[in-house]
């Protein structure tokens, strides 16, 4: 019995493996080069424009953001951006002051607080969209961004002659992509997201997801999908699937891009992803059976439930190394051990390869250059792998119906953020560090074919460990000696 279910989770993984190699072999074959520049011209009169920022408690960059979105070039008369602010510190009267500044200047900016985050930035987006009822589209920038000037009328020109377009997606470029080995990992996992999944989605009309910023949605779309809800923690994902759902199609632009702040530390990464998780799951939760009963034909119903259940294979993982020391200890018989799908393991590699090869040209770089980033590919495993425990426990809180508050991911800006960690979010990558090496220990001995996996997992959980704890240190001491 025990065999038969580590099969099962193995083959589940399996699964996900394949449609990231499908996805990989979609993108290769909808490849084309991705230009510099988009083509930014479009029939006047221009439409009424609106630009959101949501801010939390963003004191780091708040400042660059609200200037960036000061300096765009389109026609003042047709454009509002709001600064939609729900922060409870020192933000709050930075974000008035900087406001009042450039609308003294005669940029069309308008400050938005509320007394109360109900919704949190749905909640926010949608108080603002209110107050804006004559804009025609509306672009969404996270405060971490910094939009280049001519983005909108580059994202309006990709809407003309498609009524049924509803949402323009732009590619994430990254402003400290080389800090540290945390954001050179993430630049391999976002890079080859953008230049595989999104590509592959977008090109052949599967169901694809705004990815919170730097998109540009038309309100008619956002309108008739029911608009923004704050029920989930992924309110881009969970209106992008509601108005797909309904008919309205969305695309993504690899040419129109905005750079962002990647986390530099381990815990804000994490902090993230789990939000991240838990909102996917909460999704699928929510309109898991909408989506299956949709009329958009099975293959895109079954890649569309694989897009949303992405986080799934770290639940699985944590399900087969559970299932692995009673395996072990009986002998290890199993239908299907990980070694017959160890194969599998190369597609990860593959598409962050070609995520650094696609995306080189509009970079204004040497895809071998670009392909030297792959050395840090066996840590961005690692580290990784190592979130599975804290997406786990975000799958048992979504099936649950419950979910954490949302919790900002700490940006650094110009200056040092501060970021401090409890020690007690480390247990159960301790306790899975400790029990995947004895499992290992075990399995060197009884069923060698399961060790080298399980050594995998119990080095991806002590790294996570280890850093965590070392940055708990360094934050401390930071902290201390700004008190000082």
């Keep these: 019995m025990i065999g038969w279910l580590y099969t099962l989770t193995v083959l589940g993984i399996a699964v996900f493996g394949l449609h990231m190699a499908l996805l990989l072999l979609l993108a290769w074959l909808s490849r084309r080069p991705v230009p510099a520049r988009a083509d930014g011209t479009s029939s006047a009169p221009w439409p009424r424009v609106l630009v959101q920022i949501p801010l939390y408690n963003e004191r780091t960059v708040v400042e660059r953001v609200i200037a960036a979105a000061a300096a765009f070039d389109y026609p003042r008369e047709r454009l509002l951006i709001q600064i939609l602010d729900d922060s409870t510190d020192e933000t709050a009267p930075l974000a008035r002051a900087l406001t009042s500044r450039w609308a003294a200047v005669g940029a069309p ?76 990992a993430q630049t391999l996992m976002f890079d080859s997201y953008f230049a595989v999944d999104q590509v592959a989605r977008s090109a052949n009309g599967l169901l694809m997801n705004f990815n919170g910023s730097a998109g540009m949605w038309r309100r008619a779309c956002i309108d008739d999908a029911g608009g923004w809800q704050g029920d989930t923690l992924a309110e881009d994902l969970d209106l992008s699937y509601r108005a797909q759902i309904k008919g309205w199609r969305l695309a993504y632009r690899a040419e129109i891009s905005a750079p962002a702040e990647l986390p530099t530390s381990l815990m804000a990464f994490r902090q993230q992803q789990f939000r991240w998780a838990q909102g996917s799951f909460q999704v699928f939760r929510k309109l ?20 949303i259940l992405g986080y799934l294979p770290h639940v699985l993982l944590v399900l087969s190394l559970g299932l692995s020391l009673p395996l072990a200890a009986l002998g290890g018989f199993a239908p299907v051990h990980w070694s017959a799908l160890s194969w599998l393991a190369i597609v990860p590699f593959v598409v962050a390869a070609w ?16 392909l030297g980033r792959m050395w840090v590919f066996p840590f961005l495993t690692l580290i990784f792998l190592g979130l599975a425990w804290s997406t786990t426990v975000a799958f048992i809180g979504a099936l649950a119906g419950r979910g954490r508050a949302f919790e900002r991911t700490p940006k650094q800006g110009d200056g040092t953020a501060l970021y401090s960690v409890r020690t007690d979010r480390f247990l159960g990558e301790f306790v899975l560090a400790l029990y995947a090496a004895f499992s ?6 009884r069923v060698p074919e399961l060790a080298p996996v399980l050594f995998l997992y119990a080095t991806s959980f002590g790294l996570t460990v280890l850093l965590g704890l070392f940055e708990q240190r360094v934050t401390g001491r930071q902290s201390r000696a700004e008190s000082a």
Excluded at 289 to 306: E, F, T
Excluded at 440 to 445: C, R
Aim: hydrophobic letters at 50%; proline letters at 5%; aromatic letters at 12%.
């Design 109 to 184: 900016i308008a400050y938005v607080h509320r007394r109360d985050r109900s919704g949190f930035k749905a909640g926010a987006l949608a108080a603002g969209l209110a107050l804006a009822r004559e804009a025609e589209y509306v672009a969404i920038f996270d405060a971490d961004f910094v939009p280049p000037p001519d983005i909108l009328k580059r994202w309006l020109a990709a809407f003309k002659d498609q009524p049924r377009l509803g949402l323009v997606q732009g590619r994430w470029e990254h402003l400290n992509g080389a800090a540290n080995w945390v954001a050179q």
């Design 288 to 307: 898991g059976v909408r989506l299956l009963r949709a009329r958009l034909g099975w293959p895109r119903k079954i890649l569309g439930a694989l897009h």
């Design 355 to 370: 995520g650094q090869w696609a995306l080189a040209p509009a970079r204004g770089e040497t895809r071998w250059r670009a």
């Design 440 to 445: 290992g220990w075990l399995a060197l001995q």
